[in-house]
T-cell receptor, first 113, second 115 residues
Framework: NAGVTQTPKFQVLKTGQSMTLQCAQD?????MSWYRQDPGMGLRLIHY???????DQGEVPNGYNVSRSTTEDFPLRLLSAAPSQTSVYFC????????????FGSGTQLSVL | AQTVTQSQPEMSVQEAETVTLSCTYD???????LFWYKQPPSRQMILVIR??????QNATENRFSVNFQKAAKSFSLKISDSQLGDTAMYFC????????????FGKGTRLSVIA
């Protein structure tokens, strides 16, 4: 099992560009989520999904979209990148819920210039 | 709203010694879960230990144990026989098993194990 796979590992964008961060898991987990990690801020939840076809907003959803068409994939879309979105992004999954052990991807370092 | 506070931004410990990382939280809920996650320089987040609030017994995982004080809303992590591989950021996290409340993370403690 590969676990949770995130691509790309690094990305540089210009302000206003759009892009999609990919996340895939091969553990048949129902719960998937996206976090951003900023220095001195810990991790903050962007969006999450409790199953295919179901998504919901977290603490900091503005500027991001998600979809969950399959159990395996949970892409995060930046609609119009802004410098404030410079961060490290983590995808995480668990069998059913956020209060179980979360399995994290290795993160995407995103810089918006 | 739930909050998690880690009051020690940085700590260091000598190899083979014991160190305790502090975490306090604020909630009005009675049933919840607490976690310690480790983030080494590789950036990979790894679960260290998990505690269910309704269990009075403190969770342990090999060299890692917690001191869970529910009344004081305290959840400290003790690392015994510290190893160089324990060097990492450690995040305390809190979750309520109901509604849409997200998993809430503290800001982290950077631990350095010194040879």
């Amino acid at each position: 099992n590969a676990g949770v796979t995130q691509t790309p590992k690094f990305q540089v964008l210009k302000t206003g560009q759009s892009m999609t961060l990919q996340c895939a898991q091969d553990m048949n987990h129902e719960y998937m989520s996206w976090y951003r990690q900023d220095p001195g801020m810990g991790l903050r939840l962007i969006h999450y999904s409790v199953g295919a076809g179901i998504t919901d907003q977290g603490e900091v959803p503005n500027g991001y979209n998600v979809s969950r068409s399959t159990t395996e994939d949970f892409p995060l879309r930046l609609l119009s990148a802004a410098p404030s979105q410079t961060s490290v992004y983590f995808c995480a999954s668990s069998p059913r819920s956020r209060w179980e052990k979360l399995f994290f991807g290795s993160g995407t370092q995103l810089s918006v210039l | 709203a739930q909050t998690v506070t880690q009051s020690q931004p940085e700590m260091s410990v000598q190899e083979a010694e014991t160190v305790t990382l502090s975490c306090t939280y604020d909630t009005s809920e009675n049933n919840y879960y607490l976690f310690w996650y480790k983030q080494p320089p590789s950036r990979q987040m790894i679960l260290v230990i998990r505690q269910e609030a309704y269990k009075q017994q403190n969770a342990t995982e090999n060299r890692f144990s917690v001191n869970f004080q529910k009344a004081a809303k305290s959840f400290s992590l003790k690392i015994s026989d510290s190893q160089l591989g324990d060097t990492a950021m450690y995040f305390c996290a809190f979750s309520v098993p109901s509604g849409n409340t997200p998993l809430v993370f503290g800001k982290g403690t950077r631990l350095s194990v010194i040879a």
